[in-house]
């Protein structure tokens, strides 16, 4: 079995119209020749919010919460 990951363009216009994803997985086994959507990891932020990865509180409410606190101690 032949496997390869290929970016849409390098397929005919008639083709790459219908299909959703930017690169297809193309494969062939047994003389059939299949080709796949092949799902892009999106990016995720979630490691970067740490302690609000929950969304219970915005950043904006986070640093309003703090500047109350600061305004209190003095």
Do not use: C, W, Y
């Not at 216009?13 to 994803?21: K, L, Q």
């Not at 959507?37 to 929950?54: A, C, N, T, V």
């Amino acid at each position: 079995m032949t496997e390869m990951v290929l970016d849409i363009q390098a397929l005919p216009e008639t083709v790459f119209s219908r299909i959703s994803s930017k690169k297809v997985r193309f494969f062939e086994e047994n003389g059939t020749i299949t080709l796949k959507p092949f799902p892009e990891e999106k990016p995720r932020f979630d490691h970067l919010i740490g302690l609000f990865s929950d969304g219970k509180i915005s950043i904006d409410d986070f640093l309003e919460g703090k500047q109350l606190e600061m305004e209190l101690e003095i």
